[in-house]
């Protein structure tokens, strides 16, 4: 018998190769440490709140956008399907420029860089400076309005 607790448990009997809950916990603290996760608790509660918007699900048409104002960032809300709606931060990600408010050909476009954006994914398409995708934030419907979760 091995005494890998280091007398955390009420029994001190394991098996080889037996890991106590304290050293699991110690192990998984030191990983998340190490990749910069330790303080998750406020940016995991910033990350999950939601807002509705003005915007109802149904005046955003397949193919179309809306922009709103969420929690004092321009939001441009798309919809590339009847069933999926995206949401973006309104400023192209090649450098800080306000994207157009209304889809072109489809695709979110910054007139300034002549750059498109896909409207699901934000990723760049065409050619353009932007290697970055644009900021997404999660978009649902409830109750027939747009909430967006920043």
Same mark, same amino acid.
């Given at each position: 018998? #091995? $005494?890998?607790?280091?007398?955390?448990?009420?029994?001190? #009997?394991?098996?080889?190769?037996?890991?106590?809950?304290? %050293?699991?916990?110690?192990? &998984? @603290?030191?990983? &998340?440490?190490?990749?910069?996760?330790?303080?998750?608790?406020?940016? %995991?509660?910033? %990350?999950?709140?939601?807002?509705?918007?003005?915007?109802?699900?149904?005046?955003?048409?397949?193919?179309?956008?809306?922009?709103? +104002?969420? =929690?004092?960032?321009?939001?441009?809300? +798309?919809?590339?399907?009847?069933? +999926?709606?995206?949401? *973006? !931060?309104?400023?192209?990600?090649? #450098?800080?420029?306000?994207?157009?408010?209304?889809? !072109?050909?489809?695709?979110? *476009?910054?007139?300034?860089?002549?750059?498109? *954006?896909?409207? $699901? +994914?934000? /990723?760049?398409?065409?050619?353009?400076? =932007?290697? !970055? @995708?644009?900021?997404?934030?999660? @978009?649902?419907?409830? $109750?027939?309005?747009?909430?967006? /979760?920043?």
């Amino acid at each position: 018998m #091995e $005494n890998n607790c280091m007398g955390a448990c009420e029994s001190h #009997e394991h098996k080889s190769g037996d890991l106590s809950r304290k %050293a699991v916990l110690g192990g &998984l @603290a030191a990983i &998340l440490t190490g990749i910069g996760l330790t303080s998750l608790g406020d940016t %995991a509660a910033e %990350a999950a709140t939601s807002y509705k918007t003005s915007v109802r699900a149904t005046t955003i048409t397949v193919g179309s956008a809306k922009t709103v +104002t969420v =929690a004092g960032k321009s939001i441009l809300i +798309t919809r590339p399907t009847s069933t +999926t709606y995206s949401a *973006f !931060r309104r400023v192209c990600s090649h #450098e800080p420029v306000t994207l157009n408010s209304t889809l !072109r050909s489809g695709k979110i *476009f910054c007139a300034e860089h002549a750059q498109s *954006f896909d409207p $699901n +994914t934000g /990723s760049p398409t065409g050619r353009g400076p =932007a290697r !970055r @995708a644009l900021t997404k934030y999660t @978009a649902s419907v409830k $109750n027939g309005y747009v909430y967006i /979760s920043i």
